[in-house]
């Protein structure tokens, strides 16, 4: 398992562009990889719980990946960010 803090740097935050684009590279590994933002924990293959999230520029999240190829999916998808 790997966790990663990251913070929100895009100033527009992400919008359902940013959160359809995180989507479909988190769908090219087959590890689990979820978020983590206050007290909410969502899938980052799911378009609409990514969004649920309303992050804003400067929020800070907890990505989290689990399975083989976790390292390499941490490393890709945080590039969203």
């Known amino acids: 398992m790997v966790l990663k803090e990251i913070?929100?740097?895009?100033?527009e935050g992400m919008n359902s562009k940013s959160c359809a684009l995180l989507v479909q590279r988190a769908m090219r590994f087959q590890s689990d990889v979820m978020m983590e933002c206050g007290a909410q924990k969502v899938n980052c293959k799911s378009v609409m719980g990514v969004i649920s999230l309303g992050l804003k520029c400067g929020d800070k999240v907890i990505l989290i990946t689990r399975g083989e190829d976790?390292?390499?999916?941490?490393?890709?998808v945080s590039e969203m960010f």
Request: aromatic residues 0%.
């Open 7 to 11: 913070e929100v740097t895009k100033p």
């Open 70 to 76: 976790e390292e390499d999916a941490a490393a890709d």
